[in-house]
């Protein structure tokens, strides 16, 4: 992906706010290369994220994850729908992992021009996964601020829960909605991947199958026996209590339940003073992640002495715990 030119423009983020779509547009995409290991942008670009970052802080966000095909797209359309009638803005990020050179456009394209073109209530964005050693976080977390600081009210966030990374992005929102499809079947192999337990609402996606049923009432037991969910047993120190909702995309049963959730969640976080430990949660894992970009960016400048190090530890000349001190001082020595 080519890094776009430094825009000096230091109207862009008042445009964006303004309602300039094709601000929001350049914003999402200085968002996504702005810090990351490729990137060539400028400290024009940096203060500008500075500003986003720091005008962002007021939506809901909802992250939504779950296994592949579980109908997560077609869900968060449908959500979007229902937040449109009660007349929210609603943006909408999805970290599509099949697409890593197309831009990933699939999602964006077809629900945009489907269901909500026209619609300035509505931003929706795909981006695309940026490969092993770009980190998927700081790229999605930023482009959720842009949103954010645009003045979405609610702004979502899709993430296939398979991987880490993606499960730690979806975790990173004040409200995370877990997609379970009918037919997950053994499912102590989800709850493996660390998906069923950062939820704070279950959905059982395609409710309109007759197997949704069954999966729905697996999910509600895993729940009573306090295996999923972030407060387990609903006897947590905040008292939420993990509720499990059939939806059906293709009918929009279960939709305003899950709407209702989900504001239900966000008045809970406020209520009980939780808000601000997932703030400071989302902020440790913001401050974490763009230093590990700082140091990765720092290393490849660092290559030719990383050689020499490299040499040294594999002639066993050094040990890696002191190669690794030496490395990072290098890399916090201003150039
Ligand atoms: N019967 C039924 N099928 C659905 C429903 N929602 C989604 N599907 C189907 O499930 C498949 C996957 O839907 P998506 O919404 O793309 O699922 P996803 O979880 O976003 O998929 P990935 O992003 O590729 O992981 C599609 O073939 C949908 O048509 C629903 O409510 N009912
Ligand atoms: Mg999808």
């Known amino acids: ?88 803005t609603v943006g909408v990020i999805a970290i599509d992992p099949s697409s890593p050179f197309s831009g990933g456009a699939i999602l964006g394209d077809r629900v945009r021009m489907g269901d909500h073109g026209g619609d300035n209530g509505v931003f929706i964005r795909s981006l695309a996964t940026q490969g092993a050693m770009g980190g998927l976080a700081r790229p999605a977390l930023d482009s959720v601020d842009v949103l954010d600081a645009c003045g979405f009210q609610v702004v979502m966030i899709e993430t296939v829960g398979v991987g880490q990374d993606e499960v730690d992005v979806a975790a990173a929102a004040h409200t995370v909605i877990v997609a379970s499809p009918p037919g997950l079947g053994d499912g102590v192999q989800a709850m493996k991947a660390g998906i069923l337990e950062i939820a704070d609402i279950h959905v059982v996606t395609k409710a309109d199958r007759a197997d949704a049923d069954q999966t729905a009432a697996d999910l509600a037991g895993a729940q009573d026996l306090g295996l999923t969910g972030r407060q387990g047993r609903g006897d947590g120190a905040t008292g939420w209590r993990v509720p499990v909702i059939a939806t059906s995309a293709n009918t929009g049963n279960g939709v305003a339940d899950l709407a209702q959730a989900v504001r239900d969640h966000g008045a809970h976080l406020a209520a009980s003073g939780e808000d601000k430990t997932r703030r400071r949660r989302i902020a440790l894992m913001r401050l974490e992640s763009a230093a590990l970009d700082h140091m990765r960016r720092e290393f490849k400048r660092l290559a030719p002495e990383m050689a020499d190090l490299i040499d040294d530890l594999a002639a066993r000349r050094a040990d890696p715990r002191t190669a690794a001190r030496l490395l990072m001082e290098k890399a916090l020595t201003p150039r």
Do not use: C, F, W
């Open 1 to 88: 992906m080519a890094a776009p030119k430094p825009d000096p423009s230091p109207d862009l983020l008042a445009a964006a706010q303004g309602g300039d779509r094709r601000a929001i547009a350049k914003l999402l995409s200085l968002a996504e290369t702005t810090g990351s290991a490729a990137s060539k942008s400028g400290a024009t670009d940096s203060d500008l994220m500075a500003r986003v970052y720091q005008a962002a802080g007021s939506a809901h966000v909802v992250g939504v994850t779950g296994p592949p095909g579980a109908g997560k797209s077609s869900l968060v359309n449908a959500l979007v729908k229902e937040l449109r009638r009660q007349d929210l």
